[in-house]
């Protein structure tokens, strides 16, 4: 279970940057650090030959699945809902690619929601996922690092969806998780993983 309310108040502190006095306008800690820091350093460390070829975080992708939302569309609303406040983004409703008739699930009905992030709306929400909703999750000891899918792309689950503090707590009708995918220009996972560390992704250690 999350651990209430411990998000609120008081900025987060990633690089040496209080979230809480960032410029709205500016560019985000992460995206920042990354121009600043860490470009440089995935170039030292591989060695590329043109910038070009530094990996980068490309997009973020939400998936939160409503499985029972073929018993109850009422809680599709719902999670659609609690996505657009998590991510600042309309979803985008997910359906099903058949039939199943064990589950009652016909083709082309609901049975999820997806937000794709990108730019600095992506940035935005990598700095609220690493600073504030991560280091909610009660009893947290890190990420696995071997969540990559060979493509330098990482994606992990969230069991609970009220780590995000723009979720009501006592307003929830349902706790639900969500996948969510780090998309890179990395080749490979090796430099997906250094690209992640260098960001300060809370891998397991």
Do not use: C, H
């Not at 909610?136 to 995000?164: A, C, H, M, W």
């Amino acid at each position: 279970m999350a651990k209430k309310n411990d998000a609120e108040g008081g900025g987060k502190k990633k690089g040496g940057v209080d979230i809480g006095t960032i410029d709205p306008g500016a560019p985000s800690p992460s995206q920042a650090y990354y121009k600043d820091k860490v470009a440089s350093q995935l170039a030292d460390r591989f060695q590329y030959k043109s910038p070009m070829q530094i990996p980068k975080l490309l997009k973020i992708v939400v998936n939160m699945g409503v499985g029972d939302a073929v018993a109850n569309s009422k809680l599709l609303d719902s999670a659609v809902d609690e996505l657009a406040l998590i991510t600042g983004q309309k979803p985008s409703i997910r359906r099903a690619k058949k039939s199943i008739a064990t589950f009652k699930l016909r083709e082309g009905q609901p049975i999820g929601a997806k937000v794709t992030l990108r730019g600095a709306r992506m940035w935005e929400f990598f700095d609220r996922l690493t600073m504030v909703a991560i280091p909610r999750i009660r009893d947290f000891r890190g990420l696995p690092s071997r969540s990559f899918d060979g493509r330098g792309n990482y994606t992990f689950g969230l069991k609970e969806q009220v780590v995000f503090p723009e979720i009501d707590y006592d307003k929830v009708e349902k706790v639900r998780g969500m996948d969510i995918t780090l998309v890179t220009s990395a080749p490979t996972d090796e430099e997906g993983l250094e690209l992640l560390k260098a960001l300060n992704w809370p891998f397991r250690k």
